[in-house]
């Protein structure tokens, strides 16, 4: 005993002072990895878009699926990725419903009929359930400060999306509210597991598990919903299913093992601003002056959930 505390009572500045450098840069890293997937994420609903002026709604998510897990499982062989234990399968099936499944197939229905602003609205609150469904699951508390930014971050994207769809609401928002709750379990489910195994293998096993009912959907789909093969469509279904449905998924699971589900949830307050800013560029959708006030008080909430203790 008196070897050990003559041994740590020297060091003890050494000691305080290098866990703090170590912890700075895996606290960077994760946030800058959770954010790049928050912009991969931003141009999902103008990438469906596009995709919806060639595929019909049920082929365009077939077949962003089985493209998905074509790429995820070609990762897994090619790096000899062991299969996950048997505890984790009913978690990753729940990623599976969540993220690839669920949340692509109800905002593209719900994009059928409403505008990308307006479906913003999903992704405006997704930060806010997100949190919800961590403190639920995985028995996370964050600050009464945190809660209080969360909740004015996303009442503003809500006003603000709300103010962009004249304030009326549609049949698409059923399919929106759904795709709200699926997706906010995912996210939470797949940042639970990434703690245990690289993100990029929980989204990648979770597409590998959606590929035979993808691969069954998607030739009855195709049968059915007629093809136009243009440029948009062609690029919007490469997007979705690369960017949208891996990488981006790779990236932001990285960054919610890194640095918690809580706070890196809301940094998607971001996302419905940076949507609306690729729909303009994209989709020549118009911009009202409303979108950088919302933005200047959507980046105040972010740097205070980000410096509330989670």
Do not use: N
């Given at each position: ?68 897990a ?32 669920g ?32 403190a639920l699951?995985?028995?996370s ?150 979108a ?19």
């Amino acid at each position: 005993m008196k070897t050990q505390s003559s041994a740590t009572a020297p060091s003890s500045i050494a000691v305080t002072a290098r866990p703090t450098a170590r912890r700075s840069r895996p606290g960077l890293g994760g946030t800058l990895q959770a954010a790049l997937g928050v912009v991969a994420f931003s141009l999902t609903f103008p990438a469906t878009a596009w995709g919806l002026e060639g595929f019909g709604p049920w082929s365009l998510v077939a077949v962003r699926c089985v493209l998905a897990a074509l790429i995820a499982g070609g990762c897994l062989v090619a790096l000899r990725v062991p299969v996950p234990a048997r505890r984790h399968w009913p978690g990753l099936a729940v990623v599976a419903a969540g993220v690839v499944v669920g949340f692509p197939l109800l905002s593209t229905l719900a994009l059928r009929t409403s505008t990308t602003a307006h479906a913003a609205v999903v992704v405006g609150l997704l930060p806010l359930t997100t949190a919800l469904f961590s403190a639920l699951r995985v028995g996370s508390r964050p600050s009464r400060t945190f809660w209080t930014a969360a909740l004015a971050g996303a009442a503003a994207v809500v006003a603000f999306t709300v103010q962009q769809s004249g304030g009326a609401l549609t049949g698409a928002d059923l399919y929106l509210f759904g795709a709200l709750l699926v997706c906010a379990a995912g996210y939470t489910e797949g940042g639970r597991l990434a703690r245990v195994m690289p993100g990029w293998q929980v989204i990648g096993w979770a597409l590998v598990l959606c590929l035979p009912l993808a691969a069954a959907a998607a030739a009855v789909a195709l049968a059915h919903e007629p093809v136009r093969l243009t440029a948009h469509g062609v690029a919007g279904l490469l997007w979705v299913a690369a960017g949208s449905q891996f990488l981006g998924l790779v990236v932001w699971y990285r960054g919610m093992a890194a640095i918690g589900i809580p706070k890196a949830s809301q940094l998607q307050l971001a996302q419905p601003l940076l949507t609306l800013v690729w729909s303009v560029l994209l989709l020549g959708e118009h911009l009202t002056v409303a979108a950088p006030l919302t933005a200047a008080a959507v980046l105040v909430c972010i740097a205070v959930t980000q410096r509330a203790r989670g």
